[in-house]
C-alpha cells in the first residue's frame, strides 16, 4: 500500500487540513473545516421530515388494529416493575465502555492510540448524533471528532469504525441464528425461516466482499482512472480496515458478542417488567433485539424509527402472541431506554464535553501511549 507512514507517526504534529488532502465524506470536510452543528442539523427540514413521518406512520399503523387501545398505553407503562426497568438502563449503558474498549483496540493497531475515556465519550456521542439526524452521520462525527481530538487520519478511522460494523453484522447474524434456533426449536414458521436465511445470505457476501477487498481492492483502485487524493483515501481507509491483529481477533470477537447481549438482556429486562408472561425468554430477547439493532442501520429515519418500532410490534405479536397494545407498550418502554435516554444524556455530554469545542493539541506518541496504558 502506498500509504505515507510518516501520516501515521505520533511523534510529528497532528495531520493538518493540507497534509490529508482526500475526498470529502458527506457532512465531513476534510480540508475545509468542521461539519455542520448539531442545532443547524436539527433545523434542517430534511432531518425535521426524517422524524415526523414515521411517528405519524407508526400511529396510523397501530390505530388501524382493531384490538389496539390507545387508552391502555400509559397505564401498562405505569405498572411496569421499576427495579427491571433499572437492570435494563444499566446493562444497556454497559454497554458503551464495551464499546469504546474494543475501539480502542483497533485504533492502537492501526497506530493511533486512544484512552479508553476518550472513545467511550466520543462514542456516545456519535449515539447521540445517531438518534437525532438520519443516515447513520454520527459514525462520520465520530471519524471526525477522533480526527481533530487525536491527530487520527479521518479515513484510518473511518476504517476502524468499518471494521467493527463487520464484527457487529457477523455477531448479529449468528447469534440471530442460534437464538432463533433455540427459540423455535419446536417449530419455526415460514417467517422466521426467512429471517435466518437471509441472515446467512448476507454473511455469505460479506465475507466475499472482504475477501476480494482484502487481495484485489488495492490494485483495482490504482487500475481505475482515480485521482491521487481518492487512491491516498482508499489506502488509508484500508489500512485502518484491515489493521486488526490476529492475537487480538478472540477478544475483539469476545467484546462483540458482549455488546449485543446487552441489548439482548434490555430489552428482556423490559419485557419482564412489562410483567406480560410472554414466552420469550433470553433467546427471544436476543432474537428480537438483533433484528431491531439491524433496522437501526436504515438510512432513512435517525436510530431506524418507525422500522424498528414497527418491526417490533410485528414480532411480537405474531411470533409471541403479544396483544398490539401491549406490543407497543414494551416498544415504547424499550425506546425510551435505548433512544430516548441516550437523547438526553448523550445531550448533556456533548455541551459540556471539550471534545466537541474544536481542534486541540494532539500529545506526541510517548505521552498517548502512557494516556492509553493508563
Known amino acids: 500500500m502506498s500509504t505515507d507512514n510518516q501520516d501515521l507517526d505520533h511523534n510529528s504534529p497532528a495531520v493538518s487540513e493540507t497534509e490529508e488532502?482526500?475526498?470529502?465524506?458527506?457532512?465531513?470536510?476534510?480540508e475545509s473545516g468542521p461539519p455542520p452543528s448539531l442545532s443547524s442539523r436539527l433545523r434542517d427540514p430534511r432531518t425535521i421530515v426524517s422524524l415526523v413521518i414515521p411517528i405519524i406512520v407508526i400511529v396510523l399503523v397501530l390505530v388501524a388494529f382493531p384490538s389496539f387501545h390507545f387508552d391502555q398505553l400509559p397505564s401498562l407503562i405505569a405498572q411496569a416493575n421499576p427495579w427491571l426497568l433499572l437492570a435494563a438502563f444499566v446493562v444497556y449503558y454497559l454497554g458503551f465502555p464495551l464499546r469504546g474498549y474494543r475501539w480502542s483496540i483497533l485504533l492502537k493497531n492501526a497506530g493511533a492510540p486512544i484512552r479508553l475515556r476518550d472513545s467511550t465519550e466520543i462514542i456516545f456521542i456519535s449515539w447521540l448524533v445517531n438518534c437525532l439526524v438520519p443516515a447513520k452521520l454520527g459514525d462520520v462525527y465520530r471519524a471526525y471528532l477522533v480526527k481533530v481530538n487525536n491527530g487520527t487520519s479521518a479515513s484510518l478511522a473511518f476504517g476502524?469504525?468499518?471494521?467493527?460494523?463487520?464484527?457487529?453484522?457477523?455477531?448479529?447474524?449468528?447469534l440471530g441464528l442460534a437464538a432463533g434456533f433455540w427459540s423455535f426449536r419446536s417449530g419455526m414458521s415460514p417467517e422466521v425461516q426467512l429471517i435466518l436465511i437471509i441472515g446467512l445470505v448476507v454473511v455469505a457476501l460479506l465475507a466475499v466482499?472482504?475477501?476480494?477487498?482484502?487481495n484485489f481492492g488495492s490494485r483495482l483502485v490504482r487500475r481505475l482512472p482515480l485521482p491521487t487524493r481518492v487512491i491516498d483515501f482508499y489506502d488509508r481507509f484500508e489500512e485502518g480496515l484491515f489493521s486488526i491483529k490476529a492475537r487480538n481477533?478472540?477478544?475483539l470477537g469476545l467484546l462483540t458478542v458482549l455488546i449485543w447481549m446487552t441489548e439482548a438482556f434490555r430489552l428482556y429486562f423490559v419485557v419482564l417488567a412489562m410483567g406480560f408472561n410472554l414466552p420469550m425468554g433470553i433467546s427471544g430477547g436476543l432474537f428480537v433485539a438483533l433484528?431491531?439493532?439491524?433496522?437501526t442501520a436504515i438510512p432513512f429515519t435517525p436510530a431506524g424509527l418507525g422500522a424498528v418500532e414497527g418491526a417490533v410490534v410485528v414480532i411480537l405479536t405474531s411470533l409471541y402472541g403479544a396483544t398490539p397494545t401491549q406490543a407497543a407498550a414494551i416498544v415504547l418502554v424499550d425506546r425510551a431506554i435505548s433512544v430516548l435516554s441516550v437523547i438526553i444524556f448523550g445531550g448533556?455530554?456533548?455541551?459540556?464535553?471539550?471534545k466537541?469545542?474544536?481542534p486541540r493539541a494532539t500529545p506526541n506518541a510517548a505521552e498517548t501511549a502512557e494516556t492509553a496504558a493508563g
Open 21 to 30: 488532502k482526500i475526498p470529502d465524506y458527506p457532512l465531513v470536510h476534510e
Open 291 to 295: 433484528i431491531a439493532s439491524l433496522l
Open 249 to 251: 481477533v478472540p477478544l
Open 356 to 358: 466537541t469545542k474544536g
Open 348 to 354: 448533556i455530554t456533548y455541551i459540556v464535553s471539550d
Open 209 to 214: 466482499g472482504l475477501f476480494l477487498v482484502r
Open 160 to 174: 476502524t469504525i468499518f471494521i467493527e460494523r463487520v464484527f457487529d453484522l457477523f455477531a448479529i447474524v449468528l
